[in-house]
């Protein structure tokens, strides 16, 4: 079942639990999905919609630091709530282990030797990561892995 497609299920299923913050969240997701394929005239797959949740959990994330820094727990609050509902529809993350391994090999495969290699590995390792684990820190691991 397409992503798209659990997420209207999920919708139904909050609008006839009555619950509210969860619809809401599932509603805003619909909408950042519909808007991209209406301004790209396109109609987006899994991946695509994964690289859109992690987007906004992402952003959702820095919203809640900010608060919580503001002294706005309440906010911070609605925030993490958030972040909750919307990761119940990315895949289960990676473990540092099984990232740090994912690594390794996709530096054997690509037989790479150096940073100039850098870009050949991250494109080994995009497709199996994205939504998995943290792209920015995959690429510090990366860049420490190939200064070895």
């Known amino acids: 079942m397409s992503l798209i497609t659990q997420l209207k299920d999920a919708q139904k299923d909050a609008m006839r639990n009555k619950e509210k913050e969860r619809l809401g969240t599932i509603r805003m997701v619909m909408a950042a999905i519909k808007q ?23 952003q959702r994330r820095d919203s809640q630091s900010q608060f919580e820094q503001a002294d706005r727990p309440e906010l911070a609050a609605k925030e993490a709530a958030e972040i909750e509902v919307i990761e119940a529809f990315l895949p289960q993350p990676l473990s540092e282990e099984e990232v740090a391994s994912l690594i390794a090999n996709a530096i054997e495969s690509t037989s790479a030797e150096g940073m100039q290699d850098m870009g050949k590995v991250m494109a080994v390792l995009k497709p199996t990561l994205t939504g998995r684990a943290d792209m920015g820190k995959v690429s510090g691991q990366v860049r420490a892995a190939l200064n070895k």
Do not use: G, N, P, Y
């Not at 991209?36 to 987006?44: N, P, Q, T, W």
């Open 36 to 58: 991209r394929e209406i301004d790209e005239k396109i109609e987006l797959d899994d991946e695509q919609v994964i690289a859109i949740l992690t987007k906004m959990v992402k």
